[in-house]
């Protein structure tokens, strides 16, 4: 059969195939033609992780075929897991889903390159702010105390992979604030005042929808439910250093605990 090529992707170089209609009489049915072509524009590469294909009426007019026989090939990739649909905002490519392995060193960087991605990330916010008693509670300090706030957008190839707060104790960190400002990471900025390293004592992960917010930032649909992990982090003495509250959307993440993993 000959390979078709749809809207929203071109032929290869060298390639001479011409963009056509589905091939009626062919033997194959025009569902599976356009599924096929599709199929391969993602696996050469054509149509990349993430990519919205063009939307049903696109598609027909291109084949030539009812909206009927499009949804029918959509459906198809969909349930082989190679196209996801998001009601209301199309279809779209299927990511690689990333491992995020809880243990007790986690490092967001170290952990964007175990998948041979590079990480980055974007400063949020920066604030100090008085603490609410869930907060409060996990920092060891009373509610209303103040600490210091840190909101980041981590990337993965510059795709949003986590939205997460990270929250200190201005009482026992006075200069947080100035470090976490000067220093790529947080790592850096507590190595800058006396923290050598520090491990995670406790995660918890549930799941709900973003808020329109997160949805924006996270590049990911109100209707696809966000992961979001609360942790503990201490020093080597035991004693808290930070709470994080991190939210990773579904269609690119999933959270692994391994055995023992949270024994610092």
Excluded: C, K
Excluded at 12 to 41: F, K, M, N, Y
Excluded at 73 to 96: K, N, T
Excluded at 210 to 220: D, G, H, N, V
């Amino acid at each position: 059969m000959t390979t078709l090529v749809g809207p929203g992707w071109s032929a290869r170089a060298g390639d001479e195939t011409t963009p056509g209609a589905a091939i009626r009489g062919s033997g194959v049915a025009l569902w599976r033609q356009i599924a096929g072509d599709i199929e391969r524009a993602i696996a050469d590469g054509t149509l990349a992780p993430g990519a919205r294909l063009p939307t049903e009426a696109e598609l027909a007019q291109r084949y030539a075929v009812n909206r009927h026989t499009v949804r029918r090939a959509i459906e198809e990739l969909a349930r082989d897991g190679q196209v996801r649909v998001e009601q209301g905002r199309g279809s779209f490519v299927a990511e690689d889903v990333l491992d995020y392995e809880v243990s007790a060193r986690t490092r967001f960087s170290e952990w964007i390159r175990r998948h041979d991605r590079e990480p980055s990330g974007r400063m949020l916010s920066l604030a100090t702010v008085p603490a609410p008693r869930p907060i409060a509670e996990a920092l060891g300090i009373e509610t209303g105390g103040a600490m210091v706030r840190l909101e980041r957008l981590g990337l993965a190839d510059g795709r949003p992979v986590s939205l997460a707060q990270h929250h200190f104790a201005l009482g026992r960190f006075p200069g947080i604030a100035a470090a976490l400002s000067a220093h790529g990471t947080i790592s850096a900025a507590l190595a800058s005042l006396g923290v050598a390293d520090y491990f995670r004592r406790v995660t918890r992960v549930s799941a709900r929808l973003p808020r329109p917010e997160e949805a924006a930032l996270l590049e990911t649909s109100r209707s696809r439910p966000l992961l979001v992990a609360e942790n503990i982090n201490v020093d080597t003495q035991g004693r808290v250093v930070e709470f994080g509250l991190s939210r990773y959307p579904t269609p690119r993440v999933q959270i692994v605990f391994e055995p023992g993993a949270e024994a610092a």
